[in-house]
């Protein structure tokens, strides 16, 4: 099993650029997320969907959109980039809503905006 | 709210020393606590869970944690470092979501 995986790895995007960031797992998983990790902030929620065809807000969506048109893939799309995306970005997966459920994640995105 | 802190940004310890990763919680309900590794340019990677039970949690390369509800803790423990566990290390608790600490950076020197 691949596990999550995250395309790109990298990218530089001049601001007001779009982007689509792609996370596939193979786990059969139900519940996706992105997050974004900044330095000294931790990870942060953006977007995480419960199920295929269904998404929902976390603590930081402005500025992203998500989609989940198939049950192993899970989009994050920047509509107009800006220099506060540049961040690192990370899938994970779970397989239930059950809260003692482990995330897992993906190897991340490094995305810079200039 | 739920919340999670770390309150050391770095910790360095010798190789063949005891090591601990501090993190405090605050949550209404019970816990459910997690500890998760991230190593350069890589995700996260689990760790160890707190759920019920046993106040003393093992899990993955020898680290161990003890919640301790009365201080709302839950310091993620190995008696002998070494220096592959060098790594940034995450206390996470769940609310309505995962919430994630700032993280600590554990440096073991050789």
């Known amino acids: 099993n691949a596990g999550v995986t995250q395309t790109p790895k990298f990218r530089v995007l001049k601001t007001g650029q779009s982007m689509t960031l792609l996370c596939a797992q193979d786990?059969?998983?139900?519940?996706m997320y992105w997050y974004r990790q900044d330095p000294g902030m931790g990870l942060r929620l953006i977007h995480y969907?419960?199920?295929?065809?269904?998404?929902a807000k976390g603590e930081v969506p402005d500025g992203y959109n998500v989609s989940r048109l198939k049950k192993q893939n899970f989009l994050l799309g920047l509509e107009s980039a800006a220099p506060s995306q540049t961040s690192v970005y990370f899938c994970?997966?779970?397989?239930?809503?059950?809260?003692?459920?482990?995330?897992?994640f993906g190897p991340g995105t490094r995305l810079t905006v200039t | 709210a739920q919340s999670v802190a770390q309150p050391e940004d770095q910790v360095n310890v010798a190789e063949g020393n005891p090591l601990t990763v501090k993190c405090t919680y605050s949550?209404?309900?019970?816990?459910?606590l997690f500890w998760y590794v991230q190593y350069p340019n890589r995700g996260l990677q689990f760790l160890l869970k707190?759920?019920?039970?046993?106040?003393l949690v093992k899990g993955s390369y020898g680290f161990e944690a003890e919640f301790n509800k009365s201080q709302t803790s839950f310091h993620l423990k190995k008696p002998s470092a070494l220096v592959s566990d060098s790594a940034l290390y995450f206390c996470?608790?769940?609310?309505?979501?995962?919430?994630f600490g700032k993280g600590t950076t554990l440096s073991v020197s050789s």
């Open positions: 994970a997966s779970s397989y239930s809503w059950d809260p003692t459920a482990e995330q897992y």
């Open positions: 786990m059969n998983h139900e519940y």
């Open positions: 969907s419960v199920g295929e065809g269904t998404t």
């Open positions: 949550v209404s309900g019970n816990p459910y």
């Open positions: 707190y759920i019920t039970g046993d106040n």
């Open positions: 996470a608790v769940e609310g309505d979501a995962l919430i």
